[in-house]
């Protein structure tokens, strides 16, 4: 029988209405056009294998002003997706200033949010997470808005600030067909002036590497008593699988985006990133899938970083 897959934020997504905001006036973000030079015919847009959504500067500051200490507790206190682990464990080492929650309102109009990662990269502003964090599946109309990246995230406190998510680029083949679960990120400046990863580091990331070794996998689980509220951590062995790579691990909605690290360095918080939490196997879930990291995933991290 065909293993199914579920994305972490399906559960999620299920929840009350009433932690949609309400009278927030906000249009939808919608795919930058290619833009032809002069004498050249334009380019199709099913041509590109990469989509991008842009927030203009009012949506960005209004993104920064909607997430308030009192909607993120409450956030968090609106899911309950049952017990924490045995395979996930609170994460208790180096604090991970790259890694963060990514707080946005989905689709359906509801608060909710995802885990993402600051990288290496050339604007020194770029965070990877999974693509439905940024935009439903097989949908290309229906996209996420408000969003904000709070690196270092825990129990509340965001050390590092809150920055606002100034692009969300994607694989097309995620906005039509479903398939490659990852996004790259741009984000603002904090306000102070200063690019992200110059406030909170980054992590190397790695395309085109070979599956297996050891994973540390990273997220901001809603299961308790955490709730969203602390880093869990997940360490197995990856292997392929359906075109995907897996591990062991029970986290669920919440952690998708986290990062799989490897060659990870407890005492320096440093690895690789080479995939991030997409689906789980089951409701009862006992492994984590992500996205081999190819080609498509290159030219994604690619034109966010000169974004």
Known sequence: ????????????????????????????????????????????????????????????????????????????????????????KPWQGTALKTVGRLFFVNANGADTWCTATAVKSANRSAVMTAAHCVRRGSSPDNTHIL???????????????????????????????????????????????????????????????????????FGYSATRPQLGEELLRCVGTAKKQSGQQAIPCDMSGGSSGGPWLADFHATTGKGTLVSVNSSLDSLTPTRMQGEVLGATAEKVYDRAQRG
Not at 20 to 31: K, R
Not at 36 to 54: E, N
Not at 205 to 213: D, E, H, L, T, Y
């Open 147 to 217: 969003m904000v990246f709070a690196p270092g995230y825990n129990k509340g406190q965001m050390p590092y600030g809150a920055f606002a998510v100034r692009s969300a680029v994607t694989p097309r083949a995620w906005e039509n067909d479903s398939t490659d679960d990852l996004a790259t990120l741009v984000v603002d400046t904090d306000r102070s002036g200063r690019e992200l990863t110059d406030v909170v580091g980054s992590q190397d990331i790695a395309f085109n590497r070979p599956v297996g070794g050891t994973i540390s996998s």
């Open 1 to 88: 029988m065909p293993t199914t897959s579920t994305p972490l934020v399906r559960r999620l997504r299920g929840r009350a209405p009433a932690l949609a905001a309400a009278g927030v006036a906000l249009a939808l973000a919608v795919p930058i056009p290619a833009t032809a030079k002069a004498g050249q015919a334009p380019r199709a847009a099913a041509a590109d294998p990469v989509s991008v959504l842009a927030y203009t500067p009012k949506e960005r500051r209004e993104s920064l002003a909607y997430w308030t200490p009192a909607r993120i507790r409450a956030v968090g206190k609106s899911v309950d997706l049952g017990p924490t682990g045995p395979k996930a």
